[in-house]
């Protein structure tokens, strides 16, 4: 059933296609050719053209599928924003190389800086949300907070672009703390479930220099994907040039990502192209599945009830059997936004969130890569109990944002209550 909400998403949306035309604009790739004083730039190879319900949940970070890219072909999403300090910047660096990407909305930044969210629309940028307060317990949630979160959050962006149509059916779940009835309901709003195929640690304290090592390097073991950045980072910023040169050096092409509605076709693509095999022993992807165990980031408060392998939407299979993937039964194609008419994929087809193990990658020839740091980085982030700089604690993918605090706002969990995975989030 679709909610109120996306039931005026579809009428506006489609009142606006039809009253301005904009559809066959957004689809125009900004070739690199065609970058205005910028014959170098590295540009947007070509755009295309996804139909969520046919493929819900994309990303081989956590699930089987992901975009049916070719190889040598990069997707750069960028999460949390808009901060205007750094995300201008973020906009101005992909405008002077031509590059259109995907960004996904914290609904109360929205709120704070609805300029920012149009400043995306107006380079030709991708949109979409990523929960209203960006709670690291999504999966965890009650399906009717959770619920509530995604609306909200689709909400605030709409409300801050004005136009429904120029959002994009286009979610990331904050920490990817997925859920199957977080998923669930998305599938059920025609909504496509975003992970990654490959982080680059931005969140992290790391340095800029190994923010833009790990995205190159990890891009280059997969061959092709998904990157997951944060354009709230600083360290993000500070990376991204020398990112863009080195994918256009290495040949990688940028490929932007819009979503099908009844005036705009989807690429026509096979099941096969939206399978991602790992490449070599060193890919990531061959290490998942494994049952996360968590941690809690604010030690000196009160943790959070613990969860179990009983729970059931942490009871990962412990062995992912690619042969058991969910074929066939794939609903006809129909452009975003109608009634649903697809059924929950099930849980067989999903991977839970990713092992600490799973992007071992050296940043140092001596070091691996684990999501953990030392701490204390801050002050006030020491625990009260701990009493060596020792010792590793795991930190959330988004634990900035998690801690961000917007006036007039209030986060609808309670702060410091967040268990995070020990993995990539
Ligand atoms: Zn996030």
Redesign the pocket.
């Known amino acids: 059933m679709l909610t109120g909400v996306w039931m005026a998403y579809a009428s506006l949306r489609v009142k606006a296609l039809i009253g301005f035309g904009l559809l066959g604009m957004a689809v125009q790739p900004a070739l690199a050719a065609n970058c205005p004083g910028n014959p170098g730039a590295l540009g947007t190879s070509r755009t295309i053209v996804v139909d969520p319900r046919e493929h819900p949940r994309i990303g081989t970070m956590q699930y089987s599928e992901t975009l049916p890219l070719e190889d040598h072909e990069v997707v750069l999403t960028f ?2 924003g808009p901060i205007p300090k750094y995300s201008n910047q973020v906009i101005a660096m992909l405008a002077e190389q031509c590059v259109q990407a995907t960004f996904f909305i914290i609904g109360r930044m929205a709120r704070e800086y609805p300029e920012g969210v149009r400043k995306l629309i107006a380079a030709g940028h991708s949109v979409g949300t ?1 929960t209203q307060n ?1 709670p690291l317990t999504m999966n965890r949630l009650p399906i009717a907070a959770a619920q509530k979160e995604i609306d909200d959050g689709i909400a605030s962006v709409t409300a801050a672009l004005g136009d429904p149509a120029q959002l994009s059916p286009f979610m990331r779940i ?1 920490g990817l703390l997925r859920a199957a009835v977080v998923e669930d309901y998305l599938i059920s709003q025609g909504i496509q479930t975003w992970s990654a195929d490959f982080p680059a640690d931005d969140w992290r304290h790391v340095s800029s220099k190994t923010v833009h090592d790990l995205a190159i390097s990890r891009l280059k073991a997969k061959g092709k994907g998904i990157l997951l950045l944060h354009d709230i980072q600083a360290r993000t910023v500070a990376a991204l040039p020398g990112i863009l040169a080195d994918l256009k050096a290495n040949g990688f092409r940028v490929v932007h990502v819009v979503a099908a509605t009844p005036d705009r076709p989807k690429t026509p693509t096979d099941l096969q192209q939206w399978q991602m095999r790992p490449t070599s022993e060193t890919v990531a992807i061959s290490r998942w599945p494994k049952v996360p165990s968590f941690a809690y980031a604010y030690l000196d408060m009160l943790p959070a009830p613990a969860m179990s392998a009983s729970d059931p939407d942490l009871s990962f299979p412990q062995t992912f059997d690619r042969t058991r993937r969910v074929r066939g039964a794939v609903p006809q194609p129909v452009p975003w936004p109608r009634q649903s008419t697809l059924q929950p994929m099930t849980d067989k087809a999903t991977l839970p969130v990713p092992a600490h193990t799973l992007f071992e990658i050296s940043e140092r020839h001596s070091a691996p890569v684990n999501a953990m740091v030392r701490w204390p980085h801050h002050a006030e982030q020491t625990p009260k109990h701990a009493d060596s700089a020792s010792v590793a604690r795991p930190i959330s993918i ?1 634990a900035s ?1 998690a801690r961000r605090s917007i006036p007039g706002s209030m986060p609808v969990t309670r702060p410091g209550l967040q268990p995070v995975p020990s993995t990539i989030r």
């Open positions: 999460d949390d990523h960006h904050p988004d944002a």
